[in-house]
């Protein structure tokens, strides 16, 4: 007559790759973490791909 309800346990929280540049808003991707706080991300200009290392707080989740 009841039936129980089977309850799923949350999906967990993919941390993503993707961030976006403060100053321009470009998307850019994380690739590593570096010491000191700067991190190298990778972006797209184009046709050609570029990397360059940042500041930590010069990106934020997209």
């Known amino acids: 007559m009841f039936r129980k ?6 999906a967990p929280a993919v941390q993503s790759d993707q961030y976006r540049l ?3 808003g470009q998307r ?3 690739l590593e973490h570096l010491g000191g ?3 190298r ?3 797209d200009r184009g ?3 570029r ?3 940042v500041s ?3 990106i934020t989740p997209a």
């Open 5 to 10: 309800k089977r309850t799923t346990a949350p």
């Open 22 to 24: 403060r100053s321009t």
């Open 28 to 30: 850019v991707t994380l």
């Open 37 to 39: 706080g700067d991190v």
């Open 41 to 43: 991300i990778a972006m």
């Open 47 to 49: 046709r050609a791909g």
């Open 51 to 53: 990397d360059d290392i």
């Open 56 to 58: 930590a707080r010069d």
